[in-house]
């Protein structure tokens, strides 16, 4: 099973400084945003900022890149950029994508210069939102990208207005076990908002959420990363189940069966991939107490 991020931390390069410094934030992947975060002008010194920024990263296999929409020049030049760095990101996050078709594009195009990343999709159109099955079938993971999802709608950016996508989101990356990443919050001076979504994405079945500021993160990661309890309990109830034969056992007074156990050995691959790829010491040491 693949390696799901919990947080996200979103860093435009505008600056190398400012992107370097972001690696000293407690974040699963840190996302250099070649697009929203620039401003046109600024465009080709982003670019020399990130190859800048890539080239200083302790660990660039969790470092991620939002590139421009598939559909412009910019696009080209942040490929063209990428395949001539000689160190390459371990994530590619897509923009405005409409359709599965892109992502294969994208995929082709980064395997020809020998570039392999697993490549997220911010969903933020409607006719992504309309083809978000296919897009989780062709991709590794899906980010909602309430902003610009919202402008298009003509509505705020409310747990309402959002609720179709995200459960959209969550059945079509279950169904295709991609990652299932929410929006960012953007009312940064509510933390009681940040607390309310962290809550609701989780009884959806969401896997991590995005954070534009680093302050974010001690929440989204205590909330959403694999909690070693819940992953001792998890191999509890696959041992259980195992030992009735693949039948009803019962388990500290309760009753668990074949759908328990799936859903706990989905549970330790998704923690055990998690603790390979990102996981720190401290949870290592702590898991294996």
């Given amino acids: 099973m693949s390696a799901i991020p919990r947080s996200i931390l979103y860093t435009p390069a505008l600056s190398a400084d400012r992107a370097v410094k972001a690696w000293s934030y407690d974040a699963d992947v840190h996302l ?9 002008p600024k465009k080709d010194e982003a ?12 660990r ?3 470092v991620a890149v939002r590139v421009n929409a598939l559909n412009t020049v910019e696009a080209a030049r942040d490929l063209l950029m990428l395949a001539e760095s000689p160190v390459r990101p371990g994530f590619i996050v897509m923009t405005m994508v409409d359709s599965a078709v892109e992502v294969g594009i994208l995929r082709a195009a ?7 990343p697993d490549i997220y999709v911010t969903l933020e159109t409607p006719a992504g939102v309309r083809e978000v099955d296919a897009i989780a079938q062709a ?10 999802l919202a402008a298009t709608l003509g509505i705020d950016i409310t747990w309402e207005g959002m609720l179709a996508a995200r459960q959209a989101m969550v059945l079509a990356c279950r169904r295709y076990g991609a990652g299932c990443v929410d929006t960012a919050n953007f009312l940064l001076s509510r933390p009681e908002v940040l607390a309310a979504e962290i809550a609701r994405i989780r009884e959806l ?8 500021h680093p302050g974010e993160l001690a929440a989204i990661n205590q909330a959403l990363r694999p909690d070693p309890e819940e992953l001792r309990q998890a191999r509890r109830v696959v041992e259980a189940v195992r030992a009735a034969d693949g039948g009803i056992a019962l388990l500290d007074g309760n009753m668990v069966g074949p759908p328990f156990a799936r859903r706990a050995r989905e549970t330790v691959a998704l923690g055990d991939a998690w603790t390979e790829r990102f996981g720190h010491a401290a949870f290592r040491e702590e898991d294996s107490a």
């Fill in 32 to 40: 250099i945003d070649l697009e929203d975060g620039v401003p046109e």
């Fill in 47 to 58: 670019r020399t900022v990130c190859r800048q920024a890539l080239e200083k990263a302790p």
């Fill in 60 to 62: 660039p296999e969790n």
């Fill in 110 to 116: 980064l395997a020809s210069a020998g570039a392999e």
């Fill in 139 to 148: 991709a590794d993971g899906i980010v909602l990208g309430s902003a610009d």
């Fill in 205 to 212: 079945g969401f896997h991590g959420k995005a954070a534009v």
